[in-house]
């Protein structure tokens, strides 16, 4: 090989490189710099004399050199030629390659419906309608509160499966619950809140955002009658499960509904009514909304998370009057709108009727699922089975939480405790919050045994 | 009609309803409770007197009590009958017909591409094929950065075409680059930055976001070398499109990259490179990302709203090490993670290589637009076209920014003066920044010929 200044610096150059000998050259002086073969300040060949040495055009050396120069790798000042731009070399990052844990096999936590029953076929389908018919500007800067099919269908099902009293423009899809919380916590806050009341068991990501956000939490105690709302006092809003505590289970007792409306009404408090399993009752007809008995004081909160998936990362708020703008400020900076062709897909799905009968057979599935978990674990105390995808089972006087884990843990199965979803730990009688409807169908029976195997207090 | 307890209210009954008599009576109380009908404190017939009035079982009337008592618009107490809820009857909030302004036929704002030009058809395609292949796990939560087939396109995607040093562990994905700005302001809050300089002309959305967080900010100067980075100062990163300013459109001159990044070293600070643009460069090869120089200094930015559309929201941050968790952490409390099939869709779309179809074409377009702008206004000093899908067009000296304006919506036209996008207004010679990708095809060239006679300072 003949010596030349290219080949000294190692300058690996296809000249049949696709994009031509420019780019060819371009990326191997740019990874030549990058990699420190050619140092910091030092003075590159004329480009008459790197183009003869390498055979091309000079003006190809020319026109690689002005690009790396735009591009802040050379530096070129007049009548002292081109250099390599006098910056400390750029850390190579030594990424660690991800040692994450094998994941359990059996996944019995609560928060995730049998993602396996996605309607995959049903989804496209109706992504093919919503493709094919959406207006253009669909795909543009839209309204914040997202598309006004998916608010206009919401709005019908809301008030005809959940009886919330909903108009389209008091609807805001956004992407996710906990996105909702955010957003719901800013306008609080531009209303003047200082504290949130929350349930004093829920999920710690809630917590999370809230806390965030600044306000100042207050939890309530939560019994067979849900959260004590008598104990909201001062606060600017309150954070309830109505329908099916989470995760302890209960229906929010009547007298309690009641007093929390009276309360909103009283003190121009708010109160956000996270219907996240909704749908999913089984033992009587579902309890309506609160929503209904004051819409201007009680937000809605609904999801598919549960009905559907939590990967579509859509849910939506139906607003009071005197939340709507704020909480419509605050969508407009957190991500301007939720994308809009899974909005369009469920709107879709919802007229379709599509939705009804995924959430019918969902429902008649999981109940199947929760009086197999009955029949499995004969001994164990188990309840919030009224509803929803999850169950608290409490454990044997011998068995912590953290042990119970554990023991599932060694079994293949994922398990939480109730401490997890504690506001404050330690507060109760040791139990496990177990997800009946997260496994697949497939892995159920074998996730109950070894369930009931960990709960089994002869066997260690 | 017989004069019935029920007939007297006004309960319409219709027995034929679908969900049987009891949800039709369910529904007929809840609705004479809400109109107030049934006012507060009413007693209720005892449920045997109701049920022969309405000719029902006696067990039905029992039953839609005990439910409608378990939403709380009845109470019960036992020896006292069934009474109405006493609580102030819910406002019915007056909803104000949408009064919205027509919308203007033709749109030459800047911000957003051709959503006519959306490639639904092959999105479609991708979005099948993402249906048919995820796996279970993608419809559940994960990871807070996204997709991992998304972010292992996108790395293979930014090294290639922009130049950018990705891997996929460092990529965070997430609902558009507002959502980006906001995740950075609170990664840069935790890290103790209280100040982020600006561009002087940029996107007062984007600026709000960084409001919103508590930043201060700094503006600097923008000149025909883009931003003066020098006077970036004490703050704690700093937000520049170095590609293409926006709007004014130079390209960040080499000097100011280095200094840029020389910075960033030496002070610990971020710069955030903002490429919403970087594919469509027109005049030369596109300036490879400035993040190459200095990956642990710089984040850079992607977004599929220019090359896709908008209302996807789908955008990339490629982050330094130091801020992948505050930024993941970030995400995390914003929304869980983005929704994931269009993520799958999007991984599918530049893997199977439609992506870059999608931008040489829609290149080739605005270019071929950006020209037949230039031929319309042979008077006009048109700047900022070297990329992009938009243009600054200097006004005629006796025509303000708001004048021409206005003298746009009379011509049909939305247009946009510069000053919507200074920090500060007032502080340059009046200009349009005029988004010529905007429009759909068939409506450019009577939006160009509309725009030629606003400028045309004889006419008027």
Redesign the interface.
Known sequence: MVTTWANERDLHLDLAAPGGV??AL?AAL?DAV?TGRLAPGLLLPPSRTLAADLGVARNTVADAYG?L?????L?ARQGSGTRV?D??P??E?A?AP?AEAAPPRYDLRP??PD??A?P?TA??AC??RA??TAP???????DPRGRPELRAALAGYLARAR?V?A?P??IVV???F??GI?LLCQALLTRGARTLATEAYGVS?HR??VA?SGLAMRPLPVDAGGADVGLVGDAGGVLLTPAHQFPLGA?LA??R??AA??WA?DTGGVVIEDDYDGEFRYD??P??A?Q??????VVYAGTASKSL??????AWLVL??ALLDPVVDAK???????????QLTLAEFITSAGYDRQIRRRRLAYRRRRDRLLAALPGVRVTGIAAGLHAVLSLPRDLTEAAAVARGASHGLALDGLDNYAAAPGQHAPALVVGYGTP?DHAYTSALARLAAVLAPTRY
Chains 1, 2 share one sequence.
């Open positions: 420019r780019a371009e740019r990058r690009q120069v735009a591009e802040g790798w530096v731009a910056r400390a750029a850390v990052a990424v991800g928060g995730s993602v396996a996605f995959r989804w496209l992504a093919r493709l094919a253009s500007e669909a795909f543009g800067y839209g009886g009293r108009t423009d008091r956004c992407s996710g906990v996105q955010g990501a999370d955002v965030a229906a009547p007298a509904r009641t409306v009276e009404a009587r007809q309890v309506a609160m209904a008995l004051a819409p201007e004081q998936a939590p990967g579509l990362r859509l009071p009057g407009r900076r957190a991500d301007a709108q939720t994308g809009t062709l899974d697949p």
